[in-house]
């Protein structure tokens, strides 16, 4: 038995695999997530705990301020795309066919109604 030398090249046999670049991309925007959300965590506690003692009405007064306001959006607005995107990848490693399609549109759907909800309610709190 004598060993051909094969004609086919390393690339044919990862081919249709996907593209690295989307894991990067996605792997990026997780990263710059985590590190906006250390200041905004801390920004959110430290108000949470300042309206903790406050009733409703110094509440309202409090978060139609707009720099309380900002920091809440920001930090619920960066918190779920985090958690959008830290679900899609473990979608992505442990779900197959079907399942993931529908495991990511579903995802994406609970990521953006609870996103939705959460601004509807701190612009609800400090602006109505």
């Known amino acids: ?49 300042r309206l903790v003692s406050m009733d409703y009405p110094d509440v309202r007064a409090t978060m139609a301020r707009p720099l309380p306001l900002m920091f809440v959006l920001a930090f619920v607005i960066t918190g779920i795309v985090h958690m959008q995107i830290g679900m899609r990848s473990i979608i992505d490693d442990y779900l197959q066919s079907h399942k993931r399609e529908w495991a990511l549109i579903a995802n994406t759907l609970i990521a953006a109604a609870l996103g939705f909800a959460c601004v509807v309610a701190a612009l609800r709190i400090g602006l109505g």
Do not use: D, Y
């Not at 695999?17 to 990026?28: H, M, P, Y």
């Open 1 to 49: 038995m004598t060993n051909k030398p094969s004609l086919r090249t390393p690339l044919s046999s990862v081919r249709h695999l996907g593209s690295a670049r989307l894991g990067t991309e996605a792997v990026w925007r997780q990263k710059v997530t985590a590190v906006a959300l250390i200041p905004l965590a801390f920004s959110f506690v430290c108000l949470a705990l």
